[in-house]
């Protein structure tokens, strides 16, 4: 029961503290034993009778909750550690099983509003798998559009400036961000670039870095092709 848990393998990459050749180990595992078509479940396998050492999620039933359900903040931090890894095309596909209203699980079967993102949707050994039992009680929203802009676009800003990373799927030709940051308005476009290395230019100049620190400009046109 419960031999192997999400979180570490997905922090093990996010945190930055594993090895290359531990992340790889992780996320082979958690290929094989914790995917599923709504997303990554929590635990495998999932906990049928009490274990007092562990605690509460073995008491619930199989399939909801911490006991491997689909738990969507579980499958955010996988999503983050694919994109931190340049793993953008599992990072999408993860991304789209988590989505309402999914291509591959609709609403009308999970039962989640087609605009909202759910806590969870019951994992493979429940009998209504695939159900969403609590949606908008939930941080999913946050993470995944964290994700998106912090992890897919690259835009992630610290104290002292952003720093400009995208990561974007193969199906991706292109995209774009605008958004505001201590007063200065950056635009920003990443094009698809197979046959070059990376490269970046600031209001069309280039430049080697892919850091910005703040400033007084009103306005930072970006491009980056990668």
Request: charged content about 20%.
């Amino acid at each position: 029961q419960g031999m192997l848990s999400l979180i570490p393998q997905a922090w093990a990459a996010y945190s930055g503290i594993a090895s290359r050749e531990r992340i790889e180990k992780a996320f082979a595992a958690v290929e094989k034993y914790l995917s599923s078509s709504t997303g990554c479940v929590m635990c495998y396998p999932a906990f049928t009778s009490r274990d007092d050492h562990v605690g509460r999620l073995t008491v619930i039933l199989p399939g909801m909750y911490e006991n491997a359900s689909t738990y969507c903040n579980g499958s955010a931090f996988m999503i983050a550690a694919y994109l931190l890894e340049g793993k953008a095309n599992q990072a999408l596909e993860l991304y789209k099983q988590v989505m309402p209203d999914s291509a591959d699980h609709p609403a009308d079967l999970s039962g989640v509003e087609p605009y909202a993102f759910t806590n969870q949707y019951l994992g493979p050994d429940n009998k209504r798998a695939g159900a969403s039992i609590s949606g908008w009680i939930t941080g999913t929203a946050g993470w995944m559009y964290r994700i998106m802009v912090h992890y897919f676009l690259g835009v992630r800003p610290d104290f002292n400036g952003v720093y400009i990373t995208p990561c974007i799927p193969d199906e991706w030709d292109e995209a774009s961000i605008t958004t505001n940051l201590h007063d200065t308005e950056y635009h920003i476009e990443i094009i698809r670039n197979k046959e070059h290395a990376w490269s970046m230019t600031v209001n069309g100049i280039g430049t080697k870095e892919n850091y910005i620190p703040y400033g007084d400009e009103k306005r930072i046109e970006l491009k980056i092709y990668c």
